[in-house]
């Protein structure tokens, strides 16, 4: 497991997007509509299982493996020095990097792809549109850009140790 710095780039105002409201429900073929919010406590099994599917439904929708910048409670529940957390409800990630990093590639409808993966394992193990979302990207620095740093992971499970004490 890799954590990421977020490199911060000059502050800009916030794009209209980001403030806006999540769409209610999402569409599915068949008819099918997901619940709006999730509504499942994902353990770590559970969450395993949930991320591998997407996974695998990333791969065959970019036909080349996929970075998204996890933050969270979701990396609190995976990561195996956190024993104290046995669930979240949803998965943070960084849209904007995520947005930045394809479009650079030449996915022009990276964002519909990804949405399109989300929904679809949403409606597999009965989750809530949500369960996998950027609503905390309001909250983050302006960054584009993550970089992958090592040392943080030595430095955040020896700062957990400490607090365990």
């Not at 105002?13 to 499942?40: F, G, Y």
């Not at 995976?78 to 979240?88: A, I």
């Not at 960084?94 to 792809?113: K, M, P, S, V």
Request: net charge positive; with cysteine.
């Amino acid at each position: 497991m890799a954590l990421y710095y977020i490199h911060p780039v000059p502050i800009q105002p916030p794009q209209p997007k980001m403030w806006s409201i999540p769409s209610p429900v999402v569409a599915l073929p068949r008819t099918h509509s997901l619940k709006q919010v999730n509504d499942i406590p994902l353990t770590r099994a559970l969450l395993k299982r949930v991320l591998n599917d997407f996974s695998e439904r990333l791969y065959r929708s970019f036909r080349r493996q996929v970075r998204l910048v996890v933050h969270g409670g979701a990396v609190m529940v995976l990561h195996p020095s956190f024993t104290h957390r046995e669930s979240t409800q949803d998965v943070d990630y960084i849209h904007r990097a995520f947005a930045a990093e394809y479009r650079a590639l030449g996915f022009t409808d990276a964002e519909e792809r990804l949405r399109s993966c989300i929904a679809e394992t949403a409606a597999m193990f009965n989750l809530g549109a949500d369960w996998i979302n950027d609503h905390a990207d309001v909250a983050l620095p302006m960054a584009l850009e993550c970089v992958p740093i090592r040392p943080l992971t030595v430095i955040s499970v020896a700062y957990l140790n400490k607090i365990q004490q």
